[in-house]
């Protein structure tokens, strides 16, 4: 099994035991489920910087990026930048986040957060919306055709933006559809974990004016965003850049100074 395989095998199990422990009943309970949701595509169109900035403690290709800084810190620094908005990796096996980091976040910030995972069931968009996301993602690698419209369909109805991650024309091709908010190219190979943003450029052409388009992985300077703004590109994703600092927010505002030309 490569890694997304085991990813997904462990996030199946992971998901089957959620399920015992807390009912579904008990999620749409949570408080924050009645909140309105901040849309994060409607932010990347009026941006002139599209940053999309993440919390990531440590992934399996760099194995630990930055475990001492608590998320509260990372996202206010991170909306006192500036970010459209903020990335949160829940999954805890692999990336050594959890639900807690998306509550925290939200209780800190105004901006949208996405929820980044790896989503197989309905029942973690629950969750999603129970700890104050805004935004899921949806990888077409890990997903069928049918798995994809029965999730972002269920995403829409709870108001929450959709954002769908490919890594190539076979995965763009299978995602069109009209339940999808954002369309994201990852950069990163999660197969090899090799980065290239041409993989970004060569797909701007295939993918319809209608959904937002969002780069994501291996984006480091100004420059490359410059590019990536040439093909059509309104959001940018960047996490390490930013988590690998003592201050990501300081490294963040930085950034975004940079890219706005101050």
Request: aromatic share 6%; net charge negative; glycine share 6%.
């Amino acid at each position: 099994m490569n890694i997304l395989d085991k990813i997904v095998f462990d996030k199946r199990k992971e998901v089957d035991l959620k399920k015992l422990i807390i009912p579904t009943s008990q999620l749409e309970a949570s408080v924050l489920f009645e909140r309105p949701t901040v849309s994060l595509a409607n932010a990347l169109k009026q941006s002139e910087t599209g940053i999309i900035a993440e919390h990531k403690r440590r992934s399996p290709s760099k194995s630990v990026i930055n475990q001492d800084l608590n998320v509260q810190d990372v996202a206010t620094g991170y909306e006192l930048a500036g970010a459209c908005g903020m990335s949160v990796l829940t999954d805890g096996k692999y990336f050594g986040g959890s639900m807690d980091d998306l509550l925290i976040a939200r209780a800190v910030v105004t901006m949208p957060l996405l929820r980044k995972e790896f989503i197989i069931d309905e029942y973690q968009i629950l969750e999603a919306k129970a700890n104050g996301a805004d935004v899921i993602l949806l990888i077409a690698a890990i997903l069928s055709r049918e798995e994809i419209k029965a999730l972002s369909q269920f995403a829409k109805q709870l108001n929450l933006d959709v954002l769908l991650e490919v890594h190539n024309e076979e995965e763009l091709h299978k995602s069109i559809m009209p339940s999808l908010d954002m369309l994201g190219v990852n950069n990163r190979n999660l197969k090899t974990f090799d980065v290239s943003l041409e993989t970004s450029k060569n797909l701007s052409a295939i993918i319809p004016d209608e959904f937002v388009k969002v780069s994501e992985s291996g984006i480091s300077t100004i420059e490359a965003i410059k590019d990536l703004k040439d093909f059509g590109y309104k959001g940018f994703l960047i996490g390490e850049n930013f988590m690998k600092t003592d201050s990501p927010g300081t490294h963040a505002h930085r950034f975004i100074n940079a890219l706005k030309g101050k």
